[in-house]
Nanobody, 120 residues
Framework: QVQLVESGGDLVQAGGSLRLSCVAS????????KGWYRQAPGKQRELVAS???????NYAASVKGRFTISRDNAKNTVYLQMNNLKPEDTAVYYC??????????????WGQGTQVTVSS
């Protein structure tokens, strides 16, 4: 009864910028923590950035100062602004949201993933 839809991934040159969006819809009652993960070929999924229900943020060292996670609670949307992209940022990016619906308790939900490719 809930969906997470990601968008914004693209092919971009090094130094460019992208903004990823993740929208929750359906029978959403409440949202707690939100985060962005990425998975590069041959590597495990890693946390990129997270934001709590109070607005506190955390970033992986590799992206700190370049990426910004934000939210629009009224739209049930979380964003990842990515600036000064590097080839090392190439990965599939996934949003992760802890939500509860009107009918269930708290669970983690994942977006479908969006491909970000940074060319050198």
């Amino acid at each position: 009864q809930v969906q997470l839809v990601e968008s914004g991934g693209d092919l971009v040159q090094a130094g460019g910028s992208l903004r990823l969006s993740c929208v929750a819809s359906g029978s959403v009652f409440a949202i707690n923590n939100k985060g962005w993960y990425r998975q590069a070929p041959g590597k495990q999924r890693e946390l990129v950035a997270s934001i709590s229900s109070t607005g506190s943020t955390n970033y992986a060292a590799s992206v700190k100062g370049r990426f910004t996670i934000s939210r629009d609670n009224a739209k049930n949307t979380v964003y990842l602004q990515m600036n000064n992209l590097k080839p090392e940022d190439t990965a599939v990016y996934y949003c992760n949201v802890r939500m509860r619906t009107y009918f269930t308790g708290w669970n983690d939900y994942w977006g479908q993933g969006t491909q970000v490719t940074v060319s050198s």
